[in-house]
């Protein structure tokens, strides 16, 4: 069998925010592999260093020391022009609060990430329309944020993420705003969506409701990465 490819691997990474006496060490030697089809749970408590672990996964942040390769490509002092390619080209997020814009529908809300000339020629509209039926929204096309449950505007959020054909795909606190029922179920999707499409996933979560979504657990705690269950 073919070993997967590695989507984001992080060699050593430790992150220091301030200086002198002020330093504060959000993150220290974390080294950490991902996979195409693998979903991966970070967990831990708030003040872990989880965010600061995302952030720097999707190149939005520098690591003081180590690396970080995102699809084989070496990031970790690329210059902003190309992190922003790669942030358009490789990466999506997905947000506890969902982070839609409230004036557009559904079908608006996921066109906005694609291009023209996407996958198989498909218009941004078409796309859009295409990914958010197999999340079963084809019904909730022309809704708005405000008529949606949470459940739906996170699939909504999802849908997004995945129009944009990413690499990899980073959630945070994903089931912060969900109950138990649909923050399972929203997670099962994801889980399936990133099997069908050889999508890496890293999701950073407090939530021991969703561990069994993933096929990797490792545990964060002082911005040090524990051992894998």
């Known amino acids: 069998m073919d070993t997967p490819e590695t989507i ?18 959000a993150l220290y030697e974390v080294s950490l592999q991902t996979h195409a089809g693998e979903v ?21 942040l520098r690591p003081t020391s180590g690396t970080v390769h995102v699809c084989n490509t070496d990031i970790t002092r690329m210059g902003e022009n190309a992190l922003a390619s790669i942030r358009r080209e490789k990466v999506a997020f ?53 008529q949606m449950s949470d459940g739906e505007k996170q699939r909504v959020a999802i849908a997004r993420a995945l129009a944009k054909d990413p690499a990899l795909m980073l959630a945070d606190e994903p089931t912060a705003n969900l109950d138990a029922k649909r923050g399972h179920e929203v997670m099962e999707l994801l889980r399936q969506k990133a099997l069908e499409t050889n999508k890496a996933v890293v999701i950073v979560s407090h939530d021991h409701r969703i561990r069994d979504i993933a096929d990797r657990v490792v545990r964060l705690e002082d911005g040090r990465l524990q051992a894998e269950s």
């Open 94 to 146: 997905i947000y506890q609060s969902f982070n839609l814009l409230e004036a557009l529908t559904a079908l608006e809300n996921v066109s906005l990430v694609t291009t023209p000339g996407g996958l198989n020629g498909a218009t941004p509209q078409e796309r859009a329309k295409e990914v958010l039926g197999t999340l079963g929204l084809g019904q909730r096309l022309n809704s708005l944020p405000k």
């Open 40 to 60: 991966v749970l970070v967990m831990g408590p708030s003040g872990s260093g989880k965010t600061t672990l995302l952030t720097i996964a999707g190149a939005l």
């Open 8 to 25: 984001l691997r992080l060699e050593g990474v430790t992150k220091v925010y301030g200086s002198g006496e002020r330093a504060v060490t």
